[in-house]
């Protein structure tokens, strides 16, 4: 390749980077990898192809097709990992060509991807902003956006500090993204000195009564004991191992150690476009896990072994589906099931959440260590615990022994 033509690839990360009108670059970069022979149509078949190269123990071959013979180099640029830049850009390619590069260079998980584009299409494509051009968005624009966005203008209320930081942060790589491919002249660093948020932007943060007190949580607990749901066993499990809802409802008979008193976390409940299903990851890298359980609770794991085949589920539905089979419960379940649940004891709804709340928070008063603390939960660092987990559980008679006991005040 000459030193001219060199000079048009603009370099956005440490992958190859062409513009889409630069089609003889394009072509260059393409062949200089593609090996197989694009075939022009031919006979009654109407479209450019070629093979993709094969994959050692993979026995099919894969292939790509076009109308035209530059559709099908944008499609091989793509299979070849070569970003091409469009003039025509949307905000949406540019989360997208941010987000896939991260994903192949290992910067972000696949569950962290899909968080993020949760929060691209609850901010942008609910409101129509994702169709927008970048090249013809200004800083003001931006700033007209984000404001209105968190004062509640721009496609509902207003946002929390939490959901103003997941706008932002999705935001960011989007403006940085386009900044890279030289489609503005500005990054997100002009966007944000312009700003003008304050506190009073968003909205207030609920109150933090989302834990269940201890006399709570005996009437839950004492209720479940006593019935043959499975659902009721599920929520028993997540009192006395502090999982996420998704991964109780994931657990397999074979993930329980009755001789160690261990269980192993390693699968969570996921949404897809269909439903929901299981995935083989946890939430995040941390919370693949083995969670240690209290000796006195081997009779309960024990009944759970018993209940579930080797090979199966552990919480599975009584009544057979359409199909004739007994479907795993699933995590929608276990919320309604504790609402019934909540309203029979007599006791508010906070959410299953609220009893890994509760868990962590027992824990902490009764001096649990920090590093098992953090790998009970599948937390990274015990801040995440401190700080999103630990609530005050000491009744009010409890505060005044305490108090009463203090010297000095």
């Known amino acids: 390749m000459t030193e001219k033509k060199e000079k048009d690839i603009v370099t956005s990360s440490d992958s190859q980077t062409v513009k889409a009108t ?24 109407k479209y450019w192809s070629t093979n993709l ?36 850009a949307t905000i949406e390619d540019m989360f997208y060509a941010w987000q896939n590069v991260k994903l192949e260079d290992g910067a972000i998980t696949q569950q962290g991807f899909e968080r993020c584009e949760a929060d691209f299409k609850k901010f942008y494509v609910r409101t129509g902003w994702n169709n927008r051009k970048v090249k013809k968005m200004t800083p003001q624009e931006w700033k007209y956006y984000i404001e209105n966005s968190v004062r509640g203008k721009t496609g509902g209320n207003r946002l929390t500090e939490k959901q103003k930081n997941r706008l932002l942060g999705c935001t960011t790589p989007i403006i940085n993204q386009a900044f890279a491919d030289g489609l503005i002249t500005y ?31 005996d009437k839950i607990i004492n209720y479940c004991e006593k019935q043959l749901d ?35 976390v ?24 083995t969670i240690k359980v209290k000796d006195c609770y081997k009779p309960f794991l024990g009944e759970l072994c018993i209940a579930s085949p080797s090979g199966s589920y552990v919480f599975i539905n009584k009544k057979k589906n359409k199909q004739g089979k007994n479907g795993r419960i699933g995590t929608q379940a276990i919320r309604r099931y504790l609402k019934e649940v909540c309203n029979a004891v007599g006791v508010p709804y906070k959410g299953v959440h609220a009893i890994r709340k509760y868990y962590e928070s027992q824990m902490k008063k ?5 590093e098992i603390r953090k790998r009970q939960l599948g937390h990274k660092d015990i801040s995440t615990t401190e700080k999103y987990y630990d609530r005050n559980l000491y009744s009010e008679q409890e505060t005044a022994k305490y108090l009463n006991d203090c010297v000095g005040i």
């Open 230 to 264: 499975p659902k009721a066993s599920c929520i028993r499990l997540i009192r006395i191992t502090g999982m996420r809802v998704g991964e109780a409802v994931s657990i397999m008979r074979d993930d329980i150690d009755l001789d160690a008193m261990k269980v192993h």
């Open 266 to 289: 390693h699968k969570t409940e996921i949404k897809t476009n269909n439903g929901t299903s299981v995935a083989d990851r946890t939430k995040t890298e941390a919370g693949d896990r």
């Open 187 to 217: 990054t997100y660093s002009t966007v944000h000195d312009i700003l003008t948020l304050t506190n009073k932007s968003c909205a207030k943060s609920p109150k933090k009564d989302d834990v269940y007190l201890p006399d709570e949580m």
């Open 53 to 88: 190269p094969t994959v050692k123990g993979d026995p099919i071959r894969g292939k790509v097709t076009g109308k035209t013979e530059e559709e099908v180099y944008q499609k091989l640029a793509k299979f070849y990992g070569i970003h091409i830049i469009d003039e025509n």
């Open 22 to 45: 630069d089609m003889t670059n394009l072509k260059e970069l393409v062949n200089e990898l593609h090996k197989n022979k694009i075939t022009p149509p031919r006979d009654n078949f």
């Open 366 to 370: 009764n001096g649990v260590p920090d």
